[in-house]
């Protein structure tokens, strides 16, 4: 009687296992991202992503940038937005996708995510060029991409012109912009998390990074960015591995059980 209450939650365990295993099959979801953008206009840095439970908020809305967004939308890099992801949601599947993603280019990344356990999508790029623009989603539970069965809920996400932000860490100037400016002559905005698009025309005439001459081209209504989701079964040697880690886990609690002094359940 004396090892009874740990049975029972062992027990508990394993039914969990086996009961999310009916409905939490992973999937592979490839994320293909197209530039919408006119064509000389805006370019954007590789996507960061992550499915979630939603609790990973890189920003806010009239709030002061901090490291994580900063670094997605002074460089693109990303560098402190993933660890920062990965710190809150240590059970997340995160991502990067490609390199820069001119006018009219598309790519389309493909991760394993269980979609009961991470059914959010958070993302981040930086517009280029600019300072410190940006695109991504400041609510985390903004978009559910998989609903409460495991099944696609959304197929895709349509960014437009209004929808890019300007961090407020790094003051406008095209002579300071990132890849094709000065980085000595960046000054700090010191100001907040805002919607802004307009200011991109201001850097029109420039030569890009990728040799072509900016031309904004955008207005209010104006289509920049789609982020679209389809789903596969995990491809069987995969499939094998998790049955394989499954097992492992099965096999860690048999020896429990056997250090515990409980005899082997028969199945
Ligand atoms: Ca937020
Ligand atoms: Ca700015």
Same mark, same amino acid.
């Given at each position: 009687m004396k090892?009874? &209450?740990?049975t029972l939650a062992l027990a508990a365990a394993a039914t969990l296992l086996l009961g999310t295993g009916a409905h939490a099959q992973p999937l592979m979801v490839t994320v293909t991202v197209q530039n919408l953008a006119p064509a000389q206009g805006v370019a954007f840095a590789p996507l960061h992503f992550g499915f979630g439970n939603g609790t990973f908020d890189a920003f806010n809305l009239g709030g002061g940038a901090t490291a994580p967004i900063i670094s997605v939308a002074e460089g693109g890099s990303g560098t402190d937005w993933q660890p920062a992801f990965a710190a809150a949601e240590p059970g997340a599947t995160r991502g990067t996708e490609g390199g820069l993603l001119l006018a009219g280019a598309t790519n389309s990344p493909t991760v394993m995510v269980d979609p009961l356990l991470n059914p959010f999508f958070t993302f981040a790029a930086m517009a280029v060029p600019s300072n410190d623009f940006f695109i991504?989603?400041?609510? &985390?539970?903004?978009?559910?991409?998989?609903?409460?069965?495991g099944n696609l809920a959304i197929n895709s996400i349509l960014q437009r012109a209004t929808d890019i932000w300007d961090a407020g860490s790094e003051?406008?100037? &095209?002579?300071?912009?990132?890849?094709?400016?000065?980085?000595?002559?960046?000054?700090?905005?010191?100001?907040?998390?805002?919607?802004?698009?307009?200011?991109?025309?201001?850097f029109n005439g420039l030569t890009t990074g990728a040799g072509y001459t900016f031309t904004s081209g955008l207005t209010a209504d104006s289509d920049v960015y789609r982020i679209s989701f389809s789903i596969a079964p995990v491809p069987e040697p995969s499939t094998y591995a998790m049955m394989f880690s499954g097992l492992m886990l099965v096999g860690w609690l048999a020896r429990r059980r056997r250090s515990d002094g409980q005899q082997h359940p028969a199945r």
């Open positions: 090892f009874r &209450p740990q991504g989603n400041d609510s &985390p539970t903004r978009y559910r991409v998989f609903d409460a069965n003051v406008f100037d &095209p002579a300071a912009a990132a890849f094709v400016g000065n980085n000595d002559l960046r000054r700090q905005q010191n100001s907040v998390v805002a919607f802004n698009f307009a200011e991109l025309a201001g």
